[in-house]
């Protein structure tokens, strides 16, 4: 039958029903219709439930007192902020778990990952150990397990664990001695930001003249040099304004001084640790992705191994590396919002507590949902410029 | 396949929409059989969980009460534990019939957030406890300046204690949680110095810790706290059978109505008393309310009065031993008061 | 002169000589794996020094100072914290798990009532095992009973209220019992929902597609967390006045809407992946579009993608424990509520608790991946070069 009706001189398309393009009309207008409907019963239910409920809504809940405060705060905020600002506070507080905790993330999971690669046995087992371990359990078992198996179980303020620079280790957290700075020492900023301005400028004009002669120059030196030099150099001539000033046991707490809670540490060894393991794979995965070719025919140029690595193996393997890289920061960020189950003001920590005191449910998840999105999309567009830089340039 | 697809959309809708067409709240809980009753994920003396996990309790025993009251069997409720967060929109969603919480009265939670509160089951006041061990030498919050102080999120505690430091020019490092087990752990290991909340959990929480006899709470209230149980807006019947309730409870405490001489008092010569438990000829008080006439011999019967309630959950017959006082009755110097039942 | 023209022929096959000492024996094996060169010799006294460092600590711990059996926190502590141990002693407190460990398997399941979830476990086990392992015959029978059937028996008896079996509110449940029950449906439901997302953003459909990239974009752009919020505080709003939902069942959606959304995209990796030439053939043959991409394209492309397909599942059933934070008890999270209880509280507690927790999900990851490589390796059907 299905061949007699192919062999037809004029292929009928058969009722009207069968074809393609009206059953895609068709079904899309079926989906328009019942997702409007969805909407609008949605939002029908919404309105209704609010107004039946008493419940104000709108956003101008954010331009009210907060009157409550918040630990950790990298801007001013008091009582008397609004909870506009509040949220704001949580937002910086989680970007910069996710910024430290990515950095570490990254070095951590680059040493494991070739780590697994080494001949050395012994290092090839512990890195295999960790990666094997980490990965299979819960990012929030981890957090809890820094914060109530190691960290709460450390001696109390009086009985601080004395580290070297007068830091100080104890269940409230890490106390470090912070810098006091002087007068005229603006100048030693300035001095850093023209050391690494020339610093780029000469590696630039050497990247140049290699390209054009061949002539190599000790760039890093040069840059170390400029970098550390020009402040150090600042930093005398302007009558060394800088002091520190160390934590001190006072009633209750050590005062002075800079203190990570133990809150923030917890989160970010978690993180980092966590996400290190998956890193690791990717790395692995990345160097193994290079082939052997590669490699071999670098040693045949007579480069050494150092430089093979470094100039051959590791650009390649970066190609490989980049996307789930991506994936695997956009992982951590979004884990970092786990703070919540140990009480650091991350934003999901404050926009919760500002949903709770004020009841706008709705507006709070919504700034919560919206701002992880535009977090999300801004590291991925970050990412895409890094890996559309790395990508291979063909012909 | 787009068609099973549709007909299951279509199947689920008005599955759901369905369901919703009941207005009353009484109706509802009479047609399913039980009260949702929402309490909290564990305060000893209010709402915690037992060893066979049964809600004990004030606020557990007054959805009992309640239950005993619209059904005449306390035993016709069920609990759903609740976070801070969760618990207004778990009643305003209508996941709860009741939220029996230790929740603060305030004019916000009456306007804003759309409950109604019946009154107060506890009269509380904010309060800080400190390890006297540790920090011998304490006996006034005003020392505390500097302290780190565990708290829980979300709660007036937590504006309470950000007031309080304000006013009195202190310093502190609040160190918050979002439950109460999480409060009470880092207090426990020494995480923050204070810990403050309102002064009856402060001491259920005493009992929770290591070394309970080490911790002392300082003597300072720095605010009110009318806890209360609270129901939704918009169903005046169901607002009004919670709030009398309570009020019966309170009554039967004035009237010396106990668990154990209910029965005989229903036969007492005392016109208030039969008229409190129905048993005046031709009463109309239960029926009018939307509930049996005997329901104050049912409530009684399943929770005894206040008075019971009290001493049984936090009072001299529980561990916590807190002490009546300004929840005794109006009649001993409290300020424990209910409108006539007539 | 003869005899000179003859060439020797050997009859027999010379015995191998054994290989030279340089090259076998351990000598050999630790000279290449361990001291190939100075730095590889320096990373190994490291390696050797982390390991002498903390293994002989961790076994201490674990178990030789471990606390195995006990009625109370005194045997996990030490004087000075009110127990039987003497100062300085540091070891596991296995006596916590073991006390608790019907809740951290049931929760507050009533213990009478236990037989029940026990009951779902083992069937779940008897039709799970001859699953995974290919030999067993009438892989389509079982498949029914463990997805369709298997379900419907575990909701009758985890749930009640039939069939004359009381009925187990969903908040009495708790532990692993919790932490298996949203995985299992996460995974059940998650799959098809991820295939037909998936499906839907390669589709031609302009609407279609755009609404499937939104969706998954969404959710993959959000913390889990956020999720969790939305349905237990935003949903009750979505819903008329007096609807609503059992809490563990908007978990669930949370989480399986949660997976679907990964889940999805690692199908269209696997969809994209398949040659066009698969696509035309299935056209040419006249099979309409479920045809073909049930019979021809989704058998191909689930297969390229079951590594990322179970990474997958391994990331829902760790995610699984995030549900504390909307109230509800994984194992996790009653592991966690116990170190409060002040029968136990003590030092150790804690650690021991999520350490034991920590095992147990490591096992079902490690086991999941473990199986996941196996199934991958038997059917590499030669897609390899």
């Given at each position: 039958m299905a061949s007699q009706e192919i062999l037809r001189e004029e292929p009928s398309r058969g009722s009207f029903v069968n074809d393609p393009k009206v059953r895609s009309l068709f079904f899309q207008a079926v989906v328009v219709v019942l997702l409007v409907a969805g909407v609008w019963w949605i939002a029908q239910n919404v309105i209704a439930n609010l107004t039946r409920l008493h419940i104000a809504s709108g956003f101008g809940f954010l331009k009210g007192r907060a009157g409550f405060d918040i630990s950790e705060s990298a801007i001013a905020y008091s009582s008397d902020s609004t909870y506009g600002r509040a949220i704001l506070v949580g937002f910086i507080n989680t970007v910069i778990v996710a910024v430290v905790g990515i950095i570490t993330a990254t070095i951590i999971g680059f040493i494991v990952g070739i780590g697994r690669l080494s001949q050395n046995w012994l290092i090839r087992k512990i890195c295999t150990v960790y990666v094997e371990v980490f990965r299979n359990i819960p990012p929030l078992l981890v957090i809890f397990f820094w914060y109530s198996g190691v960290l709460a179980v450390l001696p109390p303020p009086r009985d601080s664990i004395n580290l070297p620079f007068g830091s100080f280790l104890n269940q409230r957290g890490f106390y470090f001695p912070s810098a006091v700075w002087g007068d005229g020492s603006w100048l030693i900023f300035v001095a850093l930001l023209v050391g690494i301005a020339m610093a780029w400028f000469v590696a630039r004009k050497a990247h140049q003249r290699q390209m054009a002669t061949g002539q190599q120059f000790p760039v890093f030196w040069t840059s170390a040099a400029l970098i550390v030099g020009l402040p150090l150099l600042a930093y005398a001539l302007s009558g060394f304004p800088l002091s520190f000033d160390y934590p001190k046991q006072s009633t209750f707490n050590l005062t002075g001084g800079f203190q990570v809670s133990p809150e923030f540490l917890s989160l970010y060894l978690a993180l980092s640790c966590y996400t290190a393991a998956f890193i690791a794979e990717i790395v692995r995965a990345g160097i193994r992705g290079v082939s052997k070719g590669q490699t071999e025919a670098a040693a045949a140029l007579g480069l050494r191994s150092g430089s093979i690595l470094r100039l051959v193996v590791v650009p390649q393997a970066m190609r490989i590396v980049i996307p789930p890289l991506t994936s695997q920061y956009l992982n951590l960020t979004k884990n970092s919002s786990l703070a919540i189950a140990i009480g650091y003001p991350d934003l999901t920590a404050t926009a919760g507590t500002v949903l709770n005191q004020t009841g706008q449910a709705v507006e709070g998840v919504l700034i919560m949902m919206a701002v992880y999105l535009i977090l999300s999309l801004v590291t991925s567009a970050v990412m895409n410029v890094v890996n559309a830089r790395m990508a291979l340039v063909e012909r | 396949m787009k068609h099973i697809a549709i007909g299951i959309l279509g199947a689920a809708t008005l599955g759901v929409m369905a369901s919703a067409a009941s207005a009353s709240t009484l109706d509802d809980v009479k047609a399913k059989g039980f009260i949702q009753c929402g309490v909290s994920t564990g305060l000893a003396g209010f709402s915690a969980p037992d060893d066979k996990g049964d809600w004990q309790g004030i606020d557990a025993d007054f959805c009992r009460a309640v239950a005993a009251a619209v059904f005449g069997d306390g035993s016709k409720v069920k609990f759903t534990p609740l976070s801070a967060k969760e618990r207004f929109t778990a009643l305003q969603s209508g996941e709860i019939d009741i939220l029996s919480r230790n929740t603060t009265w305030t004019i916000n939670r009456d306007t804003a957030l759309g409950l109604n509160f019946i009154g107060v089951t506890y009269y509380d006041g904010q309060g800080f406890m400190i390890n006297a061990k540790k920090l011998p030498g304490v006996n006034s919050a005003l020392q505390l300046s500097g302290a780190a102080v565990c708290v829980q999120s979300g709660t007036t505690t937590e504006l309470n204690l950000a007031d309080y430091f304000k006013s009195n020019k202190m310093e502190y490092n609040p160190v918050v949680f979002e439950k109460l087990d999480e409060v009470n752990a880092a207090y426990d290991a020494g995480r923050c110095d204070v810990y403050t909340t309102d002064q009856s959990g402060l001491y259920g929480i005493r009992l929770t810790l290591a070394a309970p006899a080490d911790h002392v709470v300082l003597p300072e209230i720095i605010s009110k706290e009318p806890l209360g149980p609270a129901v939704r807006q918009g169903d005046d019947q169901w607002y009004h059978i919670v709030k009398w309730t309570y009020f019966a409870l309170l009554q039967a405490e004035e009237l010396g109505i106990t668990k154990a001489n209910v029965e005989e008092m229903?036969?007492?010569?005392n016109p208030e008393i039969k008229r409190v438990l129905g048993q005046e000829a031709e009463t109309k008080i239960g029926t009018d309310l939307g509930v049996s006439n005997d329901w104050v011999v049912n409530i009684v019967k399943t929770v005894g009065n206040y008075g019971e309630l009290f001493e049984r959950n936090v009072g001299s017959g529980s561990p916590l031993k807190i002490a009546r006082g300004i929840n005794a009755l109006w009649t001993k110097g409290g300020l424990q008061y209910a409108p006539p039942i007539r | 002169m003869q005899e000179h023209d003859m060439s020797w022929v050997r009859t027999e096959m010379a015995l191998a000589q054994p290989a030279p000492a340089s090259v076998r024996g351990m000598g050999a094996w630790v000279r290449t794996n361990l001291i190939g060169s100075v730095g590889d010799a320096i990373l190994t006294i490291i390696g050797i020094a982390l390991v002498a460092m903390i293994l002989p600590q961790v076994i201490n711990w674990a178990f030789i100072n471990a606390q195995w059996t006990g009625p109370d926190r005194s045997v996990c502590a030490t004087v000075a914290q009110?127990?039987?141990?003497?100062?300085?002693w540091s070891g596991a407190c296995w006596a916590f798990v073991n006390a608790k460990f019907g809740q951290f398997m049931f929760g507050t399941y009533p213990i009478e009532e236990r037989w029940r979830p026990i009951l779902v476990a083992i069937l779940f086990v008897a039709l799970l095992v001859p699953m995974l392992i290919p030999r067993v015959p009438r892989k389509g029978l079982n498949a029914i009973l463990l997805f369709l059937v298997l379900p419907i028996i575990s909701f009758v008896l985890l749930v009640g209220g039939m069939f004359g079996l009381p009925h187990v509110e969903t908040s009495r449940w708790g532990g692993l019992l919790v932490t298996l029950s949203l995985s299992f449906v996460g995974i059940a439901v998650s799959l098809p929902l991820g295939v037909v997302l998936a499906l839907g953003r390669r589709s031609k459909m302009p609407i279609v597609k755009m609404l499937c990239i939104i969706f998954i974009e969404t959710v993959r752009g959000i913390p889990l967390i956020t999720v969790l919020f939305f349905v237990s505080v935003m949903l009750p709003l979505f819903l008329p006045a007096g609807v609503t939902f059992d809490k563990f069942l908007r978990a669930l959606i949370g989480v399986s809407l949660f997976a679907a959304a990964y889940m999805a995209e690692v199908i269209r990796g696997g969809l994209q992946a398949i040659p066009k030439g698969q696509y035309e053939g299935a056209d040419s043959l006249g099979l309409g579009y479920w045809q073909k991409m049930g019979l021809i394209v989704l058998p191909q492309a689930l297969k390229l993608v079951i590594p990322g397909i179970v990474n997958t599942f391994i990331g829902m059933f760790k995610d699984t424990s995030l549900v504390i934070i909307i109230s509800m008890f994984d194992l996790l999270g009653i592991v966690k509520q116990n170190f409060s209880d002040p029968n136990w509280a003590t030092p150790q507690t804690a650690r021991s608790g999520l350490i034991f927790a920590a095992f147990v999900f490591w096992l079902f990851c490690f086991g999941m991946s473990r199986y996941s490589m196996y199934t991958e390796r038997r059917l590499d059907t030669g897609h390899k070069r």
């Open positions: - | 229903k036969a007492s010569d | 009110g127990g039987i141990q003497s100062d300085g």
